[in-house]
Structure formats: C-alpha cells, structure tokens
DNA sequence: TATGAATGAGCTTTCATTCAT
DNA sequence: CATGAATGAAAGCTCATTCAT
C-alpha cells in the first residue's frame, strides 16, 4: 500500500534533455487554430493507441502534416501537448454529460438512459477510455496539475445521486446504495469492457468488438445495474429494455 | 520444452545482419535460476509502474542488482522480458483461482467470496492490473502470441458458471444472467477501481487508497452483485455482510 | 524521386515497435547538401579501411566533424550510408570512363589508353577497389538492392567490345576472344594488384605501393594483354587447349 | 599514395575490452586436436563469409558445436583463431602447389597446367579467396606477423620462372616477361574472378557461378595467357608502349 | 507561421571475454 | 576439457528539443 505512493517522483528516469524555455508563448491567437486543433486531433491518436511514453512527436507531426516545430510553438513540449489532449476530451464527455435531460424522465428511464449513454460513450470514444487508462498508470499526474479538469465537475454524480434519491423515494429503487459507488460501478461495467476488450477476448476467445457481442454486453450492463437498483426477481415487470 | 521457443530455426548459414536471433538461449537449465527470478520481479515493478514503453532496462537491471547483459543473456530483447512477466502474473493469479474451493459453499457464499477475492486479489497486485491495462493499450499483441497464457483457461469462468446455475437451480439466483457476462461485471466493479483509483480520486477529492474507501467499496461491490444476483429488496435477509 | 525510395508505405498506423521505419526522410532538398557529401567522403574511407562491419559510425562522424546523429537523418541507417558510398564510387568510376574517347584512336592505341586508364584508376582509387572487394564478401547485397547502380551500365563493356571489333577487323588483333572475358581479364590484371597489394608484398618482400613498382606493374599489364590480343595469330597451330 | 600507409595503426578502433591474458596456453598436447580442427573450420567459414568484424564468436563455437570457452582456450582470443585459419589456408594451398609436378612436361603444358590449377584451386577454395581478400583490407596485418606464412615460400614462383625460362629457352614463348609479373598476373586472372563473382553478375545480368560460364572462363584464361606468352614475338614491331 | 537542419543525451542491444564449477 | 553464467565496454540507433532562416 505504502508503495503505491512512493514512487511517484522518484521513478521519472524519463528521456531528459536540457529544457530551456518550458511554457509555451500562450498568444491568445494561439487558443484557437486550425493547426492546434489539427496536432491535438492527431495526438490523441497517437497517445490513445501508445500512451505518453510510447508515442513520438515525430509520428504526431507527420500524422497531423504539419511540421514537428509548430508542436513546440504551440505546447512548449510533448507533456503540454499530452496534457492538453487529457483536457479535450475531459472537455468532450462533460459536454455530452450535460446535454444529458434526466430530470424530465422517470427513475427507472433515467438510470437506463445513464447506463446506456455511458455504455455507448465508452465504445464510441475509445480513446478517452485508453487515454484515461494511461493517465492512471502514471498516478493521473497530468490531470492532477490540470485546472481545466480539476474545476470542471462532472454533472454525473449529481444527477446520479438525484435520480437515485427520486427511485427511492418513489419505493422503486432499494435503499442504501451510496451514490458515488454506484457512479463507480456504472463507470465500472461499461469502462472495463472498452478498455480491457483485447484480452478478453483472448480469455474467451470471442470478438467482442462484434456488434452482436457489444449490443449482449450494452443489454447485460443495463440489466445488471437494474437489477440491482430493483431488486432482480421482478425485474422484468417493472422495466422495459432497451 | 524450452528448447522449442527457441532460435534452431535461425541457424541458417547465411548472415542476419539485421536482427539475428531474437530469442534467448532457452536452454532447460534457465527455466528457473534465481537471477531470471530476481529480474522479472524487478521488471515486474517497471513494467506495471511505467509500462513496457516507459520502462527502462538499465533501471530494471539496477533494480534487480543484476548486470543489465544478462537480460539479454536470459530474455534476448526487451519485449520478451515484458512477456515473461505478463505469464508470470497470468500464472499467479491462475493459481490463486484454483485454490478456491467454492463447490463447497452454498451458491450465494460461493459467490460472495468469489466477488470478495477478486476485489481482494486486484487491490493486492496492483501491478497485474497496471500490467493488463497497459497491454490492452497494446492491443494485447503479446498475450496474443504467448501459448502459456492462452492454454491456461481460467477456472473462474466455470466457477461462474457453476455457482450461478446451482444459485438459479435453488431459487436464490434469478435466471437469465449469462456467465460469461457476469463474470466480466464482477471483474469489472473490482478492476476499474483499481486501475483508475487515482483519476476516482481526484474526481471525488477522496482518497480511494486509504483503508476506509476500500472496505466501503468492497462492501459496495459485494452488496451490488449479490443485489443483481438476488434482488435487492430481500437482500438484508438472506445474506449477511461480510 | 526521392520520396519513392522512402517510408511512404512505413506509415501504417499500426505501431511498428522494432524497427518502425527506417530509410531516412528523403527530401528532394536533402539530396544535395554539404553534410550529406562530407559524410559520405567520410565514411568512404573509413569503409574502405574497415569494410562494413569494422567501420564504426562514431569514427564517420568524428571524421566528418559532423553530428553523430545527422548520419541517421539523413541514411537511416548505417547500411544505407554505405550504400550510398556504394553509389557514389560507382557514379564516379561510370563518370571517369565516359570521359575516355576511345573512338579517336586506332585500335591498339585505343586499348593501350583503356588498359593505362583501368590500371591508374584502380592505383589511384584503393577506396573503389576495397568497397567493390567487402561488398563482394557480402555476396553484394547491397549493389542488388541499388537501382543506381544496376541501371547505369558501364560504358567499358562496349568499348572494348568496340575496339576489339575494330582491331579484329583490321587484322591487327587477333579473332575469337569474347569482349567480356576480356574485360574481365583487364579488370583482373589491375584490380588484383591494387586488392592485394599487402599480401603480394610479403609473398615477394617488394614494396609494391612504390613508384617503381607500380609503373613497372603497368607496363606489364599492357604488355600482357596487348601480347595476348596480337600475337595470337598462331596460337591454335602451337598449343591444344586444355 | 601516402594515404594508404598511414592509418594502419590509428584506425583500429575495434571493440577493446580489458585483455588480460593472451596467449593461448600452449600445450603440445593442443597442437593437432579434433576440437581444435572443428573449430578452425567452422571459423573459416565464418570469416570467409563475414571477414573478421563481420564474425562472432558466439557464431562459430555454435557452428562447431563447441563451447565457446574453448575457443578461448585453444586460442586466447578471436584475433589468433582468425591467425590460425589464415595459416590453415595458406598451408593447404602450399601443399597442392607442392604436389604440382610441371618438370617433367613440356613448357606450354606446364604452362596451361599451372593456369589451370590456379583457375580449379581458387573456385574450388572460394574461403581462401575471401579470407586473403579480406586480410589485404587490413594491410595484412595479421599474415605480417606469422611466422608460419612468411617462412613457407610459396614454390609456384620458383615453377613459374623456371617453366618460363625453358620455354624461352626453346623458342615456344617470348622473352622479356617478368616471372614475378606473369605469376601475379596468372593470380589475377583467376582470383579477381572467384573474388568479385557476384559484381560481376550484376554487371553482366549473369551467373559467372555456372557450370558453363566457369568453364568458358577458365578456357579464357589459359587461352589469354598462352597467347601472350606464345604470340608475343611480333609484339615490339607492331605496337609501341605508352 | 513554417520548415529543414542539427544536436545532446540516452536507450536498447551487441559482443568479446572471463568466471566458477 | 567442458559448460552455463556473468560482465565491461562499446556500438547502433532513438527521440525530444532547438537553431536558423
């Protein structure tokens, strides 16, 4: 336990090379710009599929087409650059989380509606999945020192714990489940799944990545969070599925 | 055996310059030596901390206080050294699998040990998570070509099975839940918790390594299957926490 | 041009982890440019001293006074610099010969100047002789991969073949030796003296890099094929083939 | 010119380990040993194929399926069993020489017969052309130091200039050639062959290693060398040296 | 903004050689 | 004689970063 939380400072052998100026000459014209947008599109690519370290600022010039330099006009260096991808697509899943209309549904429709948007973000967004994935490897040190992500609060939990607080008033989900636990499981079951799909598939020899097998495992996360907000023998009465 | 996995085939006369032989000289005597031991212990730690990118062999080699050459003398490349240790963690766990005996157990304490060990196993090896997480970034490319990791099923997926059929069979259970789908949940509320503890973490402002956080979400993952499994409403009745 | 002997294909999104691409970005502009020309002379003779294998890229860059690294910039890889030095001594050779107007001259004063120039230029190029002489251990690999080198045919051939035309015509030399036995045969009588010049040495404890030597050498020569190409005329009565 | 004596001793920049003991332990007892001889040709071989730096140890004792340690003890380092294999081939060439009986045939058959024993040797001891070849790359630096080599003096000298001079004696060759030239130029005929066969091929677009090409090449070059030494006596009225 | 050229520092891997038994 | 294990010293190559224009 106590060794999780050692290392962290210690064990950056890292490539490191001089690191003259270090932040990058932030012009607002830089904030937005066709060649930013452009290299961080490329870099999540990059980043998603190797992680930081194994990903090259050679590879993201060349798969965004635009010169390596720019990346170090506009990031400083290649830790800007990854941060800044962590902070787009932090950026993205807030905007579809709060998009979310759960207030208007009933309980039951909107814990549904969470799980399967959540379910369906994940495997449409496979890169957050891997990014996020990497990110903790390095004990989320990049999101640590990010004040874009650390100020944006997901609306999840919120509406999470409201919809929870209207089923169980209203006597149709149990009791006693804390919310943060179940945003965690929710999370849990859909997350796993995209980002463990490889080895999986190698354990059950399946192709997970199938429509079929991905619309089975959507239907199970479902009714496995239902079931236990509910109370699984009578499921099938009181929900429809999706 | 090992002499199987090895170069013969490379023996040809004519000059590899580039890449000659890859694989270590597998003789059996090698198979178990403390200083091959020593280092996947210590690539082990690199490996699960920085993944195989952010890795460093020289530092794997101070760690094991073993003279870098002999990773090569043992494991001929990098990549191979990766390998061993994801078959030395596929191995342990496997084993641990075995040592469970839930055929003895009625179907809802089978499976609540079941859900407890894994929480238990994942939050003890940290590192198989870090180390599965990060091959999955890989695209699992070589879990893919190991044969010791592919021929050894799980028996935890028929453990699933048969707890849940003998659940179903006596009432306890509800019908319709598939293992294999199970069983990747189970998996899944305990791996994402620990495989993205330190993201959890910074979102929640709560320290999800501490003691109290883990036995809460032990409990949480216990209660939300076995809630699934049986239906929550009667839940405090028929089985008592652990 | 230069950009269909690159990694136009190498850029697979895949992740090539050995060994990714490994032709050097080859820009038109990079082409011609003062550092390419100093390595190669560079590696020239380092190659010609050590042959591949005893070359060491540092000693090239040391010698060129130019950044160790510059040398994978632009070549990629060491084969390919000597490649490239390859080319270069094959370009000047093809240059050199086609500067010969053997047209102008009456056969024997034609073959006179050819054998004088193939026995200078050897004498005065060991850097050709030794790089022709390792890459011919290495069964020429590298020439076989090199379209610059296959497509531009050596003049020589026809002029001799030219000359000996011309000569058998007139009478003067005399009928039924093959134009490219020939060559052989003229290369052989020049290229062998200048390759093993040390070993010959020692054989007959003379110093055969002197001046006397050399020229003595070079009478001989011209004298020996002349010998051969005129007074011929008898030689079916004299002696019996073998 | 004076570039060629200059590097011999700077340039090695070779790989230089510690070097502690040298010299081979040697025990008469070492001297003629099965090992030993195993060893001895699995290097030449080796070193045919890849010179000395292109060569490894570890290569050669897997060749000889022998342990690699004994190559050291049999020869204290890769420098004396490259020494040995040089002396081996010189030897062996020596003895074939030596077994040549051209006193009791007539000068031309002698003559033709010495050409022709050349021509088989080199084709048939490829090795021997590749390890001289490549011994020469080092200015022969180690035959230089053998006493072995430099004692035996080859005999084809002695039986060139002797044929030669009962030749000119009665009437069949011209006078005037150098024994020592005409024995280089006879090796030249034949070893430039064998040594630059796959340049060659390319040159040409064809495969001088066929049954059919040698022996169109070998005819050549008795028939050459024949022809200078019979025809030659119109030679100084018709053409003036250069 | 944009780009080709250049570089320091380090990384993986190689290889001759030696040790210990 | 034989053999597996070990090691020092490089060698080839990589990569983030910077320069010059």
Known sequence: MAKTATKATAKTTVRKTKKRSRS???TAAKEDNASR?????AAKKEFARNGLFGSRVD????????????IYYYFGEKDNLYLAV??????DIRAHENALDLGSLDPVAAMEKLVGFTFDYVMDNRAFVQL?????MMEAKHVKRSKVIKSTHTPIVDLVSQTLSRGEASGVFRP????VQLYISIAALCFFYSANIHTLGILFDRDFRSKSEMAERRAHVIDFVMGSLIGGKMLGKIHSRS
């Open 24 to 26: 990058a000459p932030a």
């Open 37 to 41: 947008r452009t290299l961080i599109e």
């Open 59 to 70: 590879e993201i010039a060349k798969a965004a087409k635009i010169n390596k330099q720019l």
């Open 86 to 91: 962590l902070e787009d697509v932090y950026t």
């Open 132 to 136: 996020l994935t990497n990110e903790n």
């Open 176 to 179: 006693g489940i804390a919310p």
